[in-house]
């Protein structure tokens, strides 16, 4: 009697043989995607593309290369199509309207289109070992700073730094899943190599995620941020430390731009903010909302993801498109418990919330 393989019933028409042949790869892909095309949104919809075009195409499956390597073809070759395509590129948005007396920025950088990733989508993610090709370890290949390299690159490198220093495929085999030489191979990951390592300055390492260490040090930030001390916020910055508020291609660095930037914001000085705890990209970050000077109620405000070195911050990263906030499990509005309070120890009810998070 032969028994008949999952691949075998697969091709044969049996979904549910197919679900199981490729499930185990679903969110490694997700993850792939997202850090080609940056965006979460766009990645779920390249898998959902990438496992429709494997159904219909298993019955040209050779079984030279593994199900993860074939599936990983079609992904990578779905993102890069999705990049050509200029109808699915985001279009200009106008430049915020910056508030009134906000000093110039430091410094003007090329435009780079990203959104977070939250780490929720992490906990199920198999614990796959990279190849031995690979370069960079989990963690620092989720890193912001990492991803928002990555989308300043052409595709083809993207894609070609990803496979092989982030997921460890050899050259032959990303020219293969690329229907490249490995020449080509070579010639873009060397170029890639060389524009990420110029855009990423060494640093020192940050606290392990969701340690005593990383609690104190974003508790401090969240007390200094909510109570609008900008004394005891710029105290805990390295002192090239960094806003950003992608997409505008606009930094403030340095103490002294930070200082002068954050005093000028509307709501500065009022109390008005609350920062609700999450994760993204490996590393702490923060539903902020405002509260409405006329109701108990306070609205969205973006998101802010802190890049942590040492014990010092280096980095604050907002995202104003509050459409994000859903992904990472939090709410538009916050009403009545989640509004802006002080303990008795005069720590404020997020400050608290960090501490225990």
Not at 115 to 125: H, V, W
């Given at each position: 009697m032969v028994i008949e393989s999952t691949l075998d019933r697969a091709r044969a028409g049996d979904g549910e043989a197919f679900r199981r042949l490729t499930e185990p790869y679903w969110r490694e892909l997700q993850l792939h995607c997202y850090q080609i095309l940056g965006s979460v949104q766009?990645?779920?919809?390249?898998?959902?593309?990438?496992?429709?075009?494997?159904?219909?195409?298993?019955?040209?499956?050779q079984e030279r290369a593994s199900v993860r390597?074939?599936?990983?073809?079609?992904?990578?070759?779905?993102?890069?199509?999705?990049?050509?395509?200029?109808?699915?590129?985001?279009?200009?948005?106008?430049?915020?309207?910056?508030?009134?007396?906000?000093?110039?920025?430091?410094?003007?950088?090329?435009q780079a289109w990203f959104?977070?990733?939250?780490?929720?989508?992490?906990?199920?993610?198999p614990d796959t070992t990279p190849?031995?090709?690979?370069?960079?370890?989990?963690?620092?290949?989720?890193?912001?700073?990492?991803?928002?390299?990555?989308?300043?690159?052409?595709?083809?490198?993207?894609?070609?730094?990803?496979?092989?220093?982030?997921?460890?495929?050899?050259t032959a085999e990303v020219a293969d899943l690329l229907d490249s030489s490995g020449a080509s191979v070579n010639s873009a990951l060397q170029r890639a190599r060389t524009a990420l390592d110029d855009q990423r300055p060494a640093r020192d390492r940050a606290p392990l995620p969701r340690s005593p260490r990383e609690r104190r040090l974003v508790g401090r930030f969240v007390d200094a941020l909510?109570?609008?001390?900008?004394?005891?916020?710029v105290a805990l910055l390295t002192e090239d430390a960094r806003l950003t508020m992608p997409p505008e291609p606009?930094?403030?660095?340095?103490?002294?731009?930070?200082?002068?930037?954050?005093?000028?914001?509307?709501?500065?000085?009022?109390?008005?903010l609350r920062l609700v705890p999450t994760r993204a990209?490996?590393?702490?970050?923060?539903?902020?909302?405002?509260?409405?000077?006329?109701?108990?109620?306070?609205?969205?405000?973006?998101?802010?993801?802190?890049?942590?070195?040492?014990?010092?911050?280096?980095?604050?990263?907002?995202?104003?498109?509050?459409?994000?906030?859903?992904?990472?499990?939090?709410?538009?509005?916050?009403?009545?418990?989640?509004?802006p309070f002080r303990s008795p120890t005069g720590m404020s009810a997020s400050a608290a919330d960090v501490r225990s998070w």
């Open positions: 766009d990645a779920e919809d390249t898998v959902q593309e990438t496992l429709l075009a494997a159904w219909r195409g298993l019955g040209g499956f390597a074939w599936l990983y073809r079609i992904a990578t070759n779905r993102c890069l199509n999705a990049l050509r395509d200029t109808s699915r590129r985001p279009q200009p948005r106008e430049p915020a309207r910056r508030p009134r007396d906000v000093p110039e920025p430091t410094r003007r950088s090329e959104d977070p990733y939250p780490d929720a989508l992490l906990e199920d993610l190849g031995p090709e690979a370069r960079y370890e989990t963690r620092e290949a989720l890193a912001l700073s990492f991803v928002a390299g990555l989308q300043r690159l052409p595709p083809r490198q993207r894609a070609v730094l990803v496979l092989r220093d982030v997921l460890g495929f050899r909510e109570n609008s001390d900008i004394d005891r916020l606009l930094e403030h660095q340095g103490h002294t731009a930070i200082a002068g930037f954050y005093p000028r914001l509307p709501w500065w000085g009022g109390r008005a990209n490996g590393q702490p970050a923060f539903g902020s909302y405002l509260r409405d000077p006329h109701s108990p109620i306070a609205h969205a405000y973006g998101l802010l993801v802190l890049t942590l070195e040492g014990d010092r911050i280096s980095a604050l990263t907002r995202f104003g498109d509050n459409s994000l906030l859903p992904l990472f499990g939090l709410p538009r509005t916050l009403h009545g418990q989640g509004m």
